[in-house]
């Protein structure tokens, strides 16, 4: 192969060249990648050879069943998901895809109505209870692929806030006696779906459902969650694998069961998934998509996220997809220590949402301000025949030309993009398109070596919370007695380091009918003084 012309202050021609020696394409998927639009030279892919070498014999051992996850002592398995075969323990291959099985057949009995909620009736709505990548990935399951008039509407608990919750509540309206809660947490304790739960069962059964046959519980075997589903008899229990990370997870039940119960091809994204895998095995970074991609990662920002990635999906569908890979990318990659304990602050922000509607927005800044991102453009050449050029003017044209119009404006600033092409935009190609990125996640964490498969900066945001509300129980059973005090009597008398996080509380409570009242003015704390009622 010609070296590469250089990407900067290049003649169409040279452009050209370069765009057709970098391009991939699999005619199988229908795929291509672009990254000729990626500051990505030919000195960059000589100086790659020797990091990729080691990066694909890391990802060869991790398929293999290594301990990849160090820091948890667990195995990586999200590719079995895919293809069970490679799991390196035939029990845990025939479990996968007797799971899948399970997932198909209940999603079809449902959709059938032979699987129906108390009293022989349909269901009619599915409550999706499910935080991070338990509602992440279901979230973008259900916007790529949902069709008019086919499955059953879902609604979500995607959070712990009650005005949310409420307005969920009130869209079921009087369906609550027929709708499926499934409820999401591998480690089955996190607080937010345990709390949804527990809002969720309150209102079925006020409204005179039978909560255990309308529940279903994806969740670890053991967990506290399959306990409690085990103990209660829930319609349903599916299995999350321990070696199956949050944001790893939408090909698991995690994004197989929302496929199935919205009639979706769950065996074509799997196979998606397993045909870009077996790509993105290739221990050649050249021919490699998810290799080129981390290579243009880690040359945009300089192996240290300076620059930022930008998502414009030129699809709606694909709307929520820059959600899910802002997870996907930055826990795992934005990690405080490298895997020798060397602190290095890593990681590559994601933000986005969809083009042509985004040129009316941010990109602004992107074609004339700071030069610290690069997008990520996503392009579906088959569009919908039921909307009609009218007058001389058809949509499906107009975003094409939107797309290649802001791709060359950045060009032309010298801003960089990458773009992938999918002939089509389906099951299976949102299954290549989520196992070409996370691939690309794991061979760019070996490049800047980190483990990108654990997540010790979410522990600490749960144990502080944890901390919170152990304080509001000891400030609530210090006012319990109705004696008035200010803030520093307070943080005397319970022996505080510090009072902020106390009126903070305090605030939030006498906000609302929880009892507390206080005197004084709000924008003087220290003259504060609260009582109970
Ligand atoms: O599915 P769960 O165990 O409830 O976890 C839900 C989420 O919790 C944490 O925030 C993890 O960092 C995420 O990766 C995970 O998706």
């Not at 338990?134 to 499955?151: D, H, I, N, Y």
């Not at 990109?363 to 919908?384: A, C, H, K, S």
Request: hydrophobic letters at 45%.
């Amino acid at each position: 192969m010609s070296p590469l012309p250089p990407l900067n202050g290049q003649d169409s021609a040279a452009l050209w060249e370069r765009f057709r020696q970098l391009l991939w394409h699999d005619p199988d998927l229908s795929l291509w990648l672009d990254v000729s639009r990626m500051a990505l030279e030919e000195q960059d892919l000589e100086a790659f050879e020797a990091p990729f070498a080691r990066a694909f014999a890391a990802m060869e051992a991790l398929e293999a069943g290594a301990i990849a996850n160090a820091d948890e002592g667990r195995q990586v398995g999200h590719y079995w998901l895919r293809a069970p075969e490679l799991a390196p323990d035939p029990a845990v291959a025939a479990a996968i895809a007797a799971e899948v099985d399970r997932l198909e057949a209940f999603g079809r009995d449902v959709l059938a109505g032979t699987v129906t909620a108390p009293g022989g009736r349909p269901f009619t709505d599915v409550l999706w209870i499910g935080i991070g990548g338990s509602g992440l990935g279901p979230l973008l399951m259900l916007r790529a692929l949902e069709r008019q008039g086919v499955g059953l509407p879902f609604h979500f608990f995607d959070n712990v806030d009650p005005d949310g919750m409420a307005r969920t509540l009130a869209g079921l309206a009087d369906r609550l006696t027929t709708t499926l809660v499934i409820v999401v947490s591998k480690s089955g304790g996190t607080p937010e779906p345990h709390l949804g739960m527990v809002q969720a069962r309150a209102r079925v059964l006020a409204a005179g459902g039978d909560w255990s046959a309308q529940a279903v519980a994806i969740t670890m075997g053991g967990s506290h969650l399959d306990q409690e589903a085990k103990a209660a008899g829930w319609l349903r229990r599916f299995d999350m694998f321990d070696w199956v990370g949050g944001r790893t997870s939408i090909t698991s039940a995690v994004g197989l069961l929302p496929a199935a119960l919205i009639g979706a091809d769950l065996r074509g994204f799997l196979e998606g998934a397993a045909a870009m895998d077996r790509l993105t095995r290739v221990p050649d970074l050249r021919a490699n998509p998810a290799a080129l991609l981390a290579a243009s990662w880690h040359v945009a920002g300089g192996g240290q996220g300076r620059r930022d990635m930008v998502v414009l999906p030129y699809r709606d569908r694909l709307e929520v997809f820059s959600r899910y890979l802002q997870q996907l990318v930055m826990e795992s990659l934005g990690k405080r220590l490298d895997r020798d304990g060397v602190v290095v602050h890593q990681g590559l922000a994601v933000y986005g949402n969809k083009g042509s509607t985004d040129q009316h927005a941010y990109v602004q800044q992107l074609r004339d301000g700071l030069d610290n991102f690069f997008v990520t453009f996503i392009e579906v050449l088959e569009d919908p025949a039921e909307i009609p050029t009218i007058d001389g003017e058809c949509p499906a044209d107009f975003l094409e030309g939107f797309l290649q119009g802001t791709r060359a404006a950045l060009a032309e600033q010298a801003r960089q993009s990458i773009t992938i092409t999918l002939g089509r935009f389906d099951a299976r190609g949102l299954g290549a398109l989520i196992g070409l990125f996370e691939r690309a996640v794991g061979l760019y964490g070996e490049l800047v070596n980190v483990n990108a498969y654990h997540q010790p900066g979410v522990e600490a945001g749960k144990k502080a919370a944890a901390g919170i509300l152990a304080l509001q129980s000891r400030v609530e059973a210090l006012l319990a007695d109705g004696q008035p005090r200010s803030l520093a009597a307070i943080g005397a008398e319970l022996e505080l380091d510090a009072v902020e996080p106390v009126f903070w509380l305090l605030r939030h409570l006498c906000a609302n009918d929880r009892g507390y009242g206080a005197k004084g003015d709000w924008g003087q704390p220290e003259g504060l003084v609260f009582q109970h009622t």
